[in-house]
């Protein structure tokens, strides 16, 4: 069965300093991976996906299928990266259309 | 070019009542999918609709359904609603082609509901 398994609730860093959000994953296929993001009031928005293997906002995030986790990173922290941060899965092939989340990480960052 | 738009903001229901939740895709988007979100749970799949077929559907009781039109709005309807549905429910739009793509989802803003 797919799941994504987001290990911190809760992630704690000062502006400046590198941040990595972790996201691990069990499926036995060849998945997608998504990262998403919720600032305070807003709605949920993508924020990276594997394939196509950009940089948004700073943030970089490498799949590495050996150890199925697609870790979200920052070298440098801003203030404004602040929100909840969920880390996406989508199944190729028949289960086209559904993505399964993690239970989301909130990040603070402090000034 | 609009985002999805989902109506309305806010319901407060009464246990038992049912509600319908509406969903506009963004323009050209085919595949709507809803979400339901709370504390508790997280963000958990409820179905997806695809060309006015619904392609997949999440572990929730049916009490929970849902259509898509032709103009690919969707909305999904609560039966004998509990104090349990209370959450925030998220609509989502994507090209979804069938080449195996997967160009993402935009959600919406959402519908909060409550139930009293």
């Known amino acids: 069965a797919q799941r994504v398994t987001q290990p911190e609730k809760l992630l704690s860093v000062f502006k400046g300093a590198p941040v990595e959000l972790k996201c691990n994953y069990s499926?036995?296929?060849?998945?997608?991976l998504f990262w998403y993001v919720q600032y305070s009031r807003q709605r949920l928005q993508l924020l990276l996906r594997h394939i196509s293997r950009e940089s948004i906002k700073g943030f970089t995030a490498d799949l590495n299928k050996g150890e199925t986790s697609f870790h979200l990173k920052k070298p440098f922290a801003q203030e404004e990266d602040s929100a909840m941060y969920y880390c996406?899965?989508?199944?190729?092939?028949?289960?086209?259309?559904?993505?399964?989340f993690g239970r989301g990480t909130q990040l603070t960052v402090w000034p | 070019k609009a985002g999805v738009t989902q109506t309305p903001r806010y319901l407060i229901k009464t246990r038992g009542q049912q509600v319908t939740l509406s969903c506009s895709p963004i323009s050209g988007h085919r595949s709507v999918s809803w979400y339901q979100q709370t504390p508790g749970q997280g963000l958990q799949f409820l179905f997806e609709?695809?060309?006015?077929?619904?392609?997949n559907k999440g572990n929730f009781p049916g009490r929970f359904s849902g259509r898509q039109f032709s103009n690919s709005r969707s909305e999904m309807n609560v039966s004998t609603l509990e104090l349990g549905d209370s959450a925030l429910y998220l609509c989502?739009?994507?090209?979804?082609?069938?080449?195996?793509?997967?160009?993402?989802?935009?959600f919406g803003s959402g519908t909060r509901l409550t139930v009293v």
């Open positions: 989502a739009s994507s090209l979804a082609v069938f080449d195996g793509t997967d160009y993402g989802y935009t």
């Open positions: 499926y036995s296929g060849s998945p997608e």
């Open positions: 609709y695809f060309s006015e077929t619904q392609r």
């Open positions: 996406a899965l989508n199944p190729r092939g028949s289960t086209l259309g559904r993505l399964y």
